[in-house]
């Protein structure tokens, strides 16, 4: 598996490489686009992007855990958590790794 993780500036370069915007303009593209998602996130909306994935946010409730060490119970209290569901294009992909390149 490959250790190296995506970036904001691996993403800015991306967009500078192959649209041709300077390096500025396309790092306040991918900050403007990463901002509209947040945003809409934050306000509760789903986030789908085709043949990527859909990312959105689950309300759950509070509910009684345990410790695992010592078996004592704890309260969890209620909180948003965010999700991402993949496209079946792109778990295909993944389970296809390089092959279809």
Do not use: C, W, Y
């Not at 649209?19 to 901002?35: C, F, K, P």
């Not at 789908?48 to 010592?70: L, Q």
């Amino acid at each position: 598996m490959a250790e190296k993780t995506l970036t904001r500036m691996d993403l800015s370069d991306a967009v500078f490489r192959e649209v041709g915007l300077s390096r500025n303009e396309s790092a306040q593209l991918v900050e403007s686009i990463l901002t509209h998602m947040s945003d809409a996130l934050v306000r509760g909306e789903s986030v789908k992007i085709s043949s990527f994935g859909t990312f959105s946010v689950r309300d759950k409730s509070a509910r009684i855990g345990r410790n695992p060490k010592t078996g004592e119970e704890v309260p969890i209290h209620p909180r948003r958590v965010l999700t991402f569901r993949p496209s079946h294009l792109m778990k295909e992909r993944v389970a296809n790794g390089n092959r279809n390149r």
